[in-house]
T-cell receptor, first 112, second 114 residues
């Protein structure tokens, strides 16, 4: 299996909450990231969490980290059509590496 | 200009052409990266430079030739490419190569090889 796994698609109704999930394999990961990629654009850093934290909140975004299960999630409250994009989970620090490992990305589709 | 910029944003080239992609970062960072993003594949790291010195070459074919003249600029020289090289090429930078530093990405160059 891959080091960082995400489901490929998520469809939500506008105004609902979206939860994008990610699992990783290496328990020594120290930093975990969420990036957003809009069509035709590069990856935009949304937020990150250090491995000694369980939760981080930033406006409509909530990141939850379950180190025991090696599970990371990104919750977007009050999802808007502008949130439609591909969301990438990434981890860094396993084995001391400075190079992040990215998941394949989850396409979030927001419909009216 | 702010952040990481890339030019051109779109490029169409024949297999016998030679072209170059340019990346510039305005963040005062010392490390720069080239990634390849193909449809339905994970993001692939190609090259890493730190203080102008190449530190990673992820088994990239020699038809891709990187150049880093200073910490703010990174080029990817392309020659005799194949159609399967068509992809989005992303540049990124970080303060340095320590694990706590975050990567910031440019908008990418969409390359089509005919």
């Amino acid at each position: 299996g891959e080091d960082v796994e995400q489901s490929l698609f998520l469809s939500v109704r506008e105004g609902d909450s979206s939860v994008i999930n990610c699992t990783y394999t290496d328990s020594s990961s120290t930093y975990l990231y969420w990036y957003k990629q809009e069509p035709g654009a590069g990856l935009q850093l949304l937020t990150y969490i250090f491995s000694n934290m369980d939760m981080k909140q930033d406006q409509r975004l909530t990141v939850l980290l379950n180190k025991k299960d090696k599970h990371l999630s990104l919750r977007i409250a009050d999802t808007q059509t502008g949130d439609s994009a591909i969301y990438f989970c990434a981890e860094k620090g396993s084995g001391g590496s400075y190079i992040p490992t990215f998941g394949r990305g989850t396409s979030l589709i927001v419909h009216p | 200009e702010t952040g990481v910029t890339q030019t051109p944003r779109h490029l169409v080239m024949g297999m016998t052409n030679k072209k170059s992609l340019k990346c510039e970062q305005h963040l005062g960072h010392n490390a720069m990266y080239w990634y390849k993003q193909s449809a339905k594949k994970p993001l692939e790291l190609m090259f890493v430079y730190n203080f102008k010195e190449q530190t990673e070459n992820n088994s990239v074919p020699s038809r891709f030739s990187p150049e880093c003249p200073n910490s703010s600029h990174l080029f990817l020289h392309l020659h005799t490419l194949q159609p399967e090289d068509s992809a989005l090429y992303l540049c990124a930078s970080s303060q340095d190569l320590t694990v706590q530093e975050t990567q910031y990405f440019g908008p990418g160059t969409r390359l089509l090889v005919l």
